[in-house]
């Protein structure tokens, strides 16, 4: 069945580091993909999304560029801060009409 | 706009009592989910609505889960009887219908089995 696979966290950087969180799927057709954030204490939110091949989503300094050729949609940040600090979840809408997750991926940004 | 609204946030029981969650999705969302997430994992969907129909419950436990909309709107996940295993965050989205945007969640409702 369709899936996605995160990279294993967590993940610890320092403030102002370059963040990449590679994220592929298997799926048929042209699934729509997203990245979901969870901060501490909180419920899931979009970060971003994309929904056809070679769109860029955007957000808050993070993007993400829907490769159709390697199936993936790897996260990426130029510069963290510590209030990055969360669980992100890759994520895609197959055409059977589910959402499905990633294993998530913990990122710790220290001072 | 009010958000997914779940209820309770937190939940304690012992093996083999029975427990339900409820979840009031934004207004006028034709689409409810049902998500478990066990600690270290990612959301697992159990159970999928559209308006009061049931779209995918493949992966729920039937012998021992069970869900319903009620008139399209509200929802409820009953665990009965509860397991150790089910100890996990019971997660309630929804989304509108038609072209798909994004599903918006609830907090959870933590569930503790001992």
Known sequence: GDSVTQMEGPVTLSEEAFLTINCTYTATGYPSLFWYVQYPGEGLQLLLKATKADDKGSNKGFEATYRKETTSFHLEKGSVQVSDSAVYFCAIYNQGGKLIFGQGTELSVKP | ?114
């Open chain 2, 1 to 114: 706009e009010a958000g997914v609204a779940q209820s309770p946030r937190y939940k304690i029981i012992e093996k083999r009592q029975s427990v339900a969650f409820w979840c009031n999705p934004i207004s006028g969302h034709a689409t409810l989910y049902w998500y478990q997430q066990i600690l270290g994992q990612g959301p697992k969907l159990l159970i999928q609505f559209q308006n009061n129909g049931v779209v995918d419950d493949s992966q729920l436990p039937k012998d021992r889960f069970s869900a319903e909309r009620l008139k399209g709107v509200d929802s409820t996940l009953k665990i009965q009887p509860a397991k150790l295993e089910d100890s996990a965050v019971y997660l309630c989205a929804s989304s509108p219908q038609g072209v798909y945007t994004e599903a918006f969640f609830g907090q959870g409702t933590r569930l503790t089995v001992v």
